[in-house]
Each structure stands twice: as C-alpha cells, then as structure tokens.
C-alpha cells in the first residue's frame, strides 16, 4: 500500500550492532505497531503507538525500543542486535483502534 | 495473557474443493479481523467481525463470529489457485492490542 513505506527493506548485521528500522506512513493514522514474524509463531506484538511520543509495549518488547516524534514517522530500534533477532519486521497503522490494519512491505533483518 | 490458536496449520486442497480455518482464543473477544498474506507479502485486512454470532460473506469467503465471542471461522468455497497463502485472524480484548493466530497456510493443487 502506498501509504505506508519500511525501510531498509533488506539488512544484515552484525550481533551486538545497533539497528534502526524505519516506518512512514502519508495517512495521517493515530496508530502505528511493529511487528516481527517468524515461522510457527505467525505475527507477534513488539510496540506499538497511540499519538507522537505515546509509546507501549507489545508481547515481545525486550531488546526493542521505539520513538514516534512525528505522526507520520514510528522508528524500531534494536540496542544491541542478538541472532534471535532475525526476522521479518512489519509496520502496521490504523486510523482508529478497532480498525483493520494496513501493514507495510516488511523489513527482512538478518543478525549473523 | 491471552493466546489465539489457529488450526490447522497447513492445508492443500484440490482446486474446487472448500477449505476452513479455524481460531480459538483463551479469552472472550471485543472484535476479529481476518488477513491475508501471499507467499513473499505482507498482510492484507480482509474484515471485522463484533458482534456475536456474525456471519459475513465476501464473495467465496465466509467468515463467522462465535456466540461466545471467543472463536472464529473462515470457510472458502471452491477454492482457486488465487486463494494461496496464509490466513491469519487477530483478536482484541478491548485494548489497543490485536494478538494475532499462528496462521493457516492454504496451498491449492490444479
């Protein structure tokens, strides 16, 4: 969907490096989440955001941590990368709390 | 915490056949919302179901809400090769929080 952009959309990294995931989104939604996915555990919950500096946690928040200083920009940061790390990375938004989501394209990280 | 459980876990069916996944959550649920994601994409929200005992129908797909709110269903109808990927449903309990189901991955067989 156009309206909500990830990026990288690929990276690999080295354990114990900071990484940044970026998410921007041009619809002006209340709410942004990051998500990860990996095989057998379907989508899980790292953070998500209900306005500009309003941050919570999610099911899988350790090592993450999260900024939104703009409506349209909600950033993922890995302090210190491990292997388990590894994942698909997935922006989400929503106009309202109840809504469907309109998810992004996805940031495929790789810690070696 | 609360926990979604999707089955089953994989599905192939012939083309024409009918398929249906099934969701269970461990507690009772606001709302659903039912995705789908093709092989290599990101999910894509198919609808939303609230009340209890809701049925909507999109064309082939069928989706129900339980009377006890705490279980869904997707049935498709005569599947096609273009109904390939996986299913995901994704419940809230009143928070700003969807959990999400492990998903059901549909493969077609022409």
């Known amino acids: 969907d156009a309206g909500i952009t990830q990026s990288p959309r690929h990276k690999v990294t080295e354990t114990g490096t900071p990484v940044t995931l970026r998410c921007h989104q041009t619809e002006n939604h209340r709410y942004m989440y990051w998500y990860r996915q990996d095989p057998g555990h379907g989508l899980r919950l790292i953070h998500y955001s209900y306005g500009v500096k309003d941050t919570d946690k999610g099911e899988v928040s350790d090592g993450y941590s999260v900024s939104r200083s703009k409506t349209e920009d909600f950033l993922l940061t890995l302090e210190s990368a491990t292997s388990s790390q590894t994942s698909v990375y997935f922006c989400?938004?929503?106009?309202?709390?109840?809504?469907?989501?309109?998810f992004g394209s996805g940031t495929r990280l790789t810690v070696v | 915490g609360q926990q979604v459980m999707q089955i089953p876990q994989y599905q192939h069916v012939q083309e024409g056949e009918d398929f249906t996944t099934y969701c269970n959550s461990s507690t009772t649920l606001s709302n659903i919302q039912w995705y789908k994601q093709r092989p290599g994409g990101h999910p894509v929200f198919l609808i939303q179901?609230?009340?209890?005992?809701e049925v909507k129908k999109q064309k082939r797909l069928t989706f129900q809400f339980g009377e006890a709110k705490k279980n869904s269903s997707l049935h498709i109808t005569a599947t096609q090769t273009t109904d390939v990927g996986t299913y995901f449903c994704a419940g809230n309990s009143g928070t700003y929080k969807y959990i999400f189901g492990t998903g059901t991955r549909l493969k077609v067989l022409a």
């Open positions: 989400a938004i929503s106009q309202d709390r109840g809504d469907g989501y309109t």
């Open positions: 179901l609230v009340k209890s005992g």
